[in-house]
T-cell receptor
Framework: EAQVTQNPRYLITVTGKKLTVTCSQN?????MSWYRQDPGLGLRQIYYSMNVEVTDKGDVPEGYKVSRKEKRNFPLILESPSPNQTSLYFCASTLTGGVTEAFFGQGTRLTVV | GQNIDQPTEMTATEGAIVQINCTYQTSGFNGLFWYQQHAGEAPTFLSYNVLDGLEEKGRFSSFLSRSKGYSYLLLKELQMKDSASYLCAVRDYPSYKLSFGAGTTVTVRA
């Protein structure tokens, strides 16, 4: 089954404790991205990757890091989480070339206290 | 970048029709997408338009006018399960970045 898998689904952590949210897709998609979703603000792109070893900042990259060592994986790293990073996070992947939809992971609800 | 506007909320009666408008501004255009999102869940793809005109998919239709920077999603024969947020998104070319509007919450009442 074609899917994007994120883990964990829920996470409560303390300020400053490094964490990683994993994302994996099995569709051989080149393009992957991370979004955060906050009430009234919609989905905002954090980082994206056009292919292996190619990553770039989205609209709200401060406080986040990513890596793309393999095509299928695109982890999101919070080196020193702060309470303003409490949000619902989504990973997405899509084919480039042609007009194709983005597939989303199940979401990760992160709370930083 | 993109500037995408859609209404915040809409309410309609079961069995009725609702039209959600979306306006956008973009430097490069590679398609307009509509997604449905139930609270706390992932967005799911509904439709896309890359050329002007109407695309129909069962009870859902989507329209695009590239010259006007305008799209709408039409939901017909509304059902209670259609209560959700509907997201308008525009893909940029050549970056392939998908930018979203804030979403329209549709409430279907009996």
């Amino acid at each position: 089954e074609a899917q994007v898998t994120q883990n964990p689904r829920y996470l409560i952590t303390v300020t400053g404790k490094k964490l990683t949210v994993t994302c994996s897709q099995n569709m051989n998609h080149e393009y992957m991205s991370w979004y955060r979703q906050d009430p009234g603000l919609g989905l905002r792109q954090i980082y994206y990757s056009m292919n292996v070893e190619v990553t770039d900042k989205g609209d709200v990259p401060e406080g986040y890091k990513v890596s793309r060592k393999e095509k299928r994986n695109f982890p999101l790293i919070l080196e020193s989480p702060s309470p303003n990073q409490t949000s619902l996070y989504f990973c997405a992947s899509t084919l480039t070339g042609g007009v194709t939809e983005a597939f989303f992971g199940q979401g990760t609800r992160l709370t930083v206290v | 970048g993109q500037n995408i506007d859609q209404p915040t909320e809409m309410t309609a009666t079961e069995g009725a029709i609702v039209q959600i408008n979306c306006t956008y501004q973009t430097s490069g255009f590679n398609g307009l997408f509509w997604y449905q999102q139930h609270a706390g869940e992932a967005p799911t793809f509904l439709s896309y338009n890359v050329l002007d005109g109407l695309e129909e998919k069962g009870r859902f239709s989507s329209f695009l006018s590239r010259s006007k920077g305008y799209s709408y999603l039409l939901l017909k024969e509304l059902q209670m399960k259609d209560s959700a947020s509907y997201l308008c998104a525009v893909r940029d070319y050549p970056s392939y970045k998908l930018s979203f509007g804030a979403g329209t919450t549709v409430t279907v009442r009996a």
